[in-house]
């Protein structure tokens, strides 16, 4: 029987590292892309793992170097973490020698190269939906992230934030391996995930460590940060006040009064502004006809639609097109 972590969840254990690539990209489910870096390396490759909404966790055992590609479409962070031996990786601008005491965490979009030092490297890796991660981020601050969170790559597990992490992700893949079905429902899953991601905006430096370091030690309402996940979670489906009301465990005329007293903003208008935001972002960087991103973030009037695009941009939505 495989010992350490996930080792009943074993996908290859071969002496052809052309199984791993094959085993890490089925595991990633087309998250990623995967090459050698030089030669083929003689030894034992190992991958264990499991995969599930917003996320995949895998094991790896081998002394292959390898280049991670991200898949065009694809939003996703990583949390590489080393369990045995020491890893040389670089992502983006980023360098690191990954092993027990430090971790990489690498970006959506960005491509990595991880380099075993020698034989016997043994590590894990964490793929994290943006998606939750911009969810966290709204339910820390009240008000959805404004561009891409984009972190360090070298994250110091010594202290006591980067332990902090490393134990929540520890405690994810215990979860996993235990027999108890109580630990193997969705809800709680989700919940370790959010523990995860949350750690990660709060102990990791990144481009918005400044706006979350200028939150007010008194937290928005727990209401008010569980409708704006909520609404976070569901934008490109029907969103009335309503549902956002019921998610938040609160009448209607409540949760208006938390957005209006907290953002200065009507939960319905919240919910049009960060459409527009959404489908503003998605005018500059696809090549999709101004319709079909709007009816995509849920849009169903046009003309009203133009309308409230220029009031907050200044220009109509074609003109935002035309400059992509």
């Known amino acids: 029987m495989a010992s350490g972590p996930l080792r009943d969840f074993v996908i290859t254990k071969s002496g052809n590292p052309v199984n791993l690539l094959h085993a890490a990209s089925r595991l990633f489910g087309g998250e990623v892309t995967t090459s050698p870096i030089g030669p083929f390396s003689d030894g034992e490759h190992e991958v264990r793992g499991v995969a599930g909404p917003d ?65 016997g490297t043994e590590c894990l890796g964490l793929r994290i939906g943006a998606g939750l991660v911009r969810r966290e981020y709204a339910a820390l601050t009240g008000r959805p992230v404004s561009a891409a969170v984009r972190f360090d790559l070298p994250l110091d597990l010594s202290g006591s934030r980067g332990k902090t992490v490393k134990l929540l992700i520890g405690s994810l893949i215990e979860q996993l391996g235990s027999g108890d079905p109580l630990l193997q429902r969705e809800e709680l899953r989700r919940s370790q995930l959010r523990c995860i991601a949350t750690a990660l905006l709060l102990a990791q430096p990144h481009t918005h460590s400044a706006t979350l370091r200028g939150v007010p030690a008194t ?8 409708a704006v996940a909520f609404v976070e979670a569901h934008l490109a489906e029907p969103i009335s006040l309503g549902r956002i009301a019921e998610a938040a465990g609160c009448g209607a005329r409540t949760i208006s009064g938390v957005f209006r007293e907290e953002l200065g903003i009507s939960p319905m208008g919240y919910v049009r502004g960060l459409r527009l935001d959404r489908i503003r972002h998605e005018l500059l960087s696809t090549g999709d006809r101004v319709g079909e991103i709007a009816y995509r973030w849920g849009v169903t009037h046009l003309g009203r639609f133009a309308s409230d695009y220029r009031s907050r941009f200044g220009e109509l939505p074609s003109a935002t097109a035309a400059r992509r």
């Open 219 to 226: 937290p928005h309402p727990r209401a008010l940060r569980v």
């Open 55 to 119: 996320f995949t966790v895998g094991y790896f055992a081998s002394p292959l170097a390898v280049r991670v590609g991200a898949v065009p479409g694809r939003d996703s962070y990583f949390v590489n973490l080393g369990l045995a031996g020491e890893v040389w990786a670089s992502s983006g601008d980023g360098r690191a020698v990954l092993g027990r005491t430090l971790a990489g965490v690498v970006n959506p979009g960005d491509v990595q190269e991880l380099r075993p030092k020698r034989p």
